[in-house]
């Protein structure tokens, strides 16, 4: 069965450093997502791509936050000076088509020291 | 601005003892209501979407339901791996495509 993989499954980095979080989305999928969860609250949305473009984001995702899609496969979310407060799991989801469903990969725990 | 809120925050249920789990809403425009469970450092796995108020769907144990304004989760006679966080999440119509999720039931399961 196919599924949304991502990689690495954790990364610890210094504030202030940039962190390259990277997703390998379902192969016939065409919205993509990024979701975080700090530990113990809600998963929350940050942002969404379509057609090699952002379609929405949250206010979470300021100019510190950048995505792209590089090749046919890749989808990668790039923090350019990481924050104590992006410590968190780092979730993708992937989805064929309006209204269905959205997959999610298993995730990257990020912590920033 | 889409609102969930799941109740009971975690349930404790021996082997074989059926319960439900609730998930309020309001949302403007519902396009789908979704299950999910998530286990411990795990990405949220894929249970159910329900569309329109009135629709069940079946799992195994579990049972999702739903009407205007809520969502139940019914799980049937569960066993010690039914234990797991239970997400529910919306997606709106005048929020473009994404999920907003609740803060989820812990689920524990003891034999």
């Known amino acids: 069965e196919p599924e949304v993989t991502q990689t690495p499954s954790h990364q610890v980095t210094q504030m202030g450093q940039e962190v390259i979080l990277r997703c390998v989305p379902i192969?016939?999928?065409?919205?993509f997502y990024w979701y975080r969860q700090i530990l113990g609250q809600k998963v929350e949305f940050l942002v969404s791509f379509y057609n090699n473009e952002i379609s929405e984001k949250s206010e979470i995702f300021d100019d510190q936050f950048s995505v792209e899609r590089p090749d046919g496969s890749n989808f990668t979310l790039k923090i350019r000076s990481t924050k104590l407060e992006d410590s968190a799991m780092y979730f993708c989801?992937?989805?064929?088509?309006?209204?269905?469903?959205?997959?999610f990969g298993p995730g990257t725990r990020l912590l920033v020291l | 601005e889409d609102q969930v809120t799941q109740s009971p925050e975690a349930l404790r249920l021996q082997e074989g003892e059926s319960s439900s789990l609730n998930c309020s809403y309001t949302?403007?425009?519902?396009?789908?209501l979704f299950w999910y469970r998530q286990d411990p450092g795990k990405g949220p796995e894929f249970l159910f979407t329900?569309?329109?108020a009135g629709e069940e769907k079946e799992k195994e144990r579990l049972k999702a339901t739903l009407t205007k304004k809520e969502s139940f989760l019914h799980i049937t006679a569960p066993k010690p791996e039914d234990s797991a966080t239970y997400l529910c999440?919306?997606?709106?119509?005048?929020?473009?495509?994404?999920?907003?999720f609740g803060g989820g039931t812990r689920v524990l399961v003891k034999p």
């Open positions: 999440a919306v997606q709106g119509g005048a929020a473009g495509n994404k999920l907003t």
């Open positions: 192969s016939n999928h065409l919205y």
């Open positions: 949302v403007s425009g519902l396009r789908g």
């Open positions: 329900l569309y329109s």
């Open positions: 989801a992937s989805y064929q088509a309006l209204q269905e469903t959205q997959y």
